[in-house]
């Protein structure tokens, strides 16, 4: 088994930068890709970024592309999303998981990722 914990939510106003952090433990993720996503109240996850395990492979979601950052330590078995230039509309709860496979096939989609954190809230105002 897989836990995944975020951290590094919080409040921030249009324009700020925070760094999540998604700690694994149970075992190495060494050999699994890992992704973020969010859910805004009242409406389905969306996909924000994923990494695979070389961290050779990275995808964005298009509203997050040029202010996100991906990437992960796998010495620490850790990912990171950096996140700059912050907009209301990314406020969210943001989830972190862990891939079925080592390059997520179709990242965007949910059943890729078979370990999900708890999520951490992310409020931006404006």
């Known amino acids: 088994q897989v836990q995944l914990v975020e951290s590094g939510g919080g409040l921030v106003q249009a324009g700020g930068s925070l760094r999540l952090s998604c700690a694994a433990s149970?075992?190495?993720?060494?050999?699994?890709?890992m992704g973020w996503f969010r859910q805004a109240p009242g409406k389905e996850h969306e996909f924000v970024a994923a990494?695979?395990?070389?961290?050779?492979?990275?995808d964005y979601a298009d509203s997050v592309k040029g202010r996100f950052t991906i990437s992960r330590d796998n010495a620490k078995n850790t990912g990171y999303l950096q996140m700059n230039s912050l907009k209301p509309e990314d406020t969210g709860v943001y989830y972190c998981?862990?891939?079925?496979?080592?390059?997520?096939?179709?990242?965007?989609?949910?059943?890729?990722?078979?370990?999900w954190g708890q999520g951490t809230q992310v409020t931006v105002s404006s």
């Open positions: 998981a862990a891939s079925r496979w080592p390059t997520p096939g179709n990242p965007g989609f949910l059943y890729e990722y078979n370990y």
């Open positions: 149970g075992r190495t993720l060494s050999s699994n890709g």
């Open positions: 990494i695979s395990w070389t961290g050779g492979s990275i």
